[in-house]
């Protein structure tokens, strides 16, 4: 396993996340509102957040991934946030998912923001994308604050949604 990175923002710590945040991993995709645009089914239970969090390879396969979001006044995880890395289209993807009690206080800005320039410096990418559903203002809004810019409009599993992109 590579060593772990850890990322800091101003009011978060980013490491890898493992095992030890299936319990949090699992509530986190329980809620009905948080998977609202993503897609993803909720977890059966917290031992199939565990088998997939010790299944995620991204870090070891392509040195980036999603990360576990910490507040750094509490030392709970607030969400996930950070990169994915897609070998067909060979893409950089930025993500972030919050608990709803995180939504709307700019974490999500604040945390891309920490990763792309983190891992920027490190992979020296040319370019990055960003996947929401169009009905996803919110995501949108993120992305556009993070100098994406429409790149696409795609289906995802029958529903409209747009690729932006960041060229650096």
């Not at 800091?8 to 986190?28: K, P």
């Not at 897609?39 to 390879?57: H, S």
Request: charged fraction near 25%; include cysteine.
């Amino acid at each position: 396993m590579l060593p772990s990175k850890i990322i800091y923002s101003e009011r978060t710590i980013l490491r890898q996340l493992t095992e030890a945040d299936a319990a949090d991993f699992y509530a986190l995709n329980a809620d009905e509102e948080v998977l609202k645009y993503t897609g993803d089914k909720p977890f059966k239970n917290i031992e199939e957040a565990r088998e997939f969090l010790r299944n995620y390879n991204q870090y070891k396969l392509y040195g980036v991934g999603r990360m576990a979001v910490i507040d750094k006044t509490n030392g709970k995880l607030m969400g996930w946030c950070g990169l994915k890395y897609h070998e067909q289209s060979n893409e950089f993807d930025i993500g972030f998912r919050f608990f709803k009690h995180y939504w709307n206080m700019g974490y999500a800005t604040e945390t891309a923001k920490a990763c792309i320039e983190y891992e920027q410096d490190i992979h020296q990418m040319k370019r990055m994308i960003g996947r929401a559903m169009l009905a996803n203002k919110a995501s949108l809004k993120v992305l556009q604050k993070l100098g994406f810019e429409f790149h696409a409009h795609v289906n995802f599993d029958g529903h409209e949604g747009v690729i932006y992109e960041r060229l650096f």
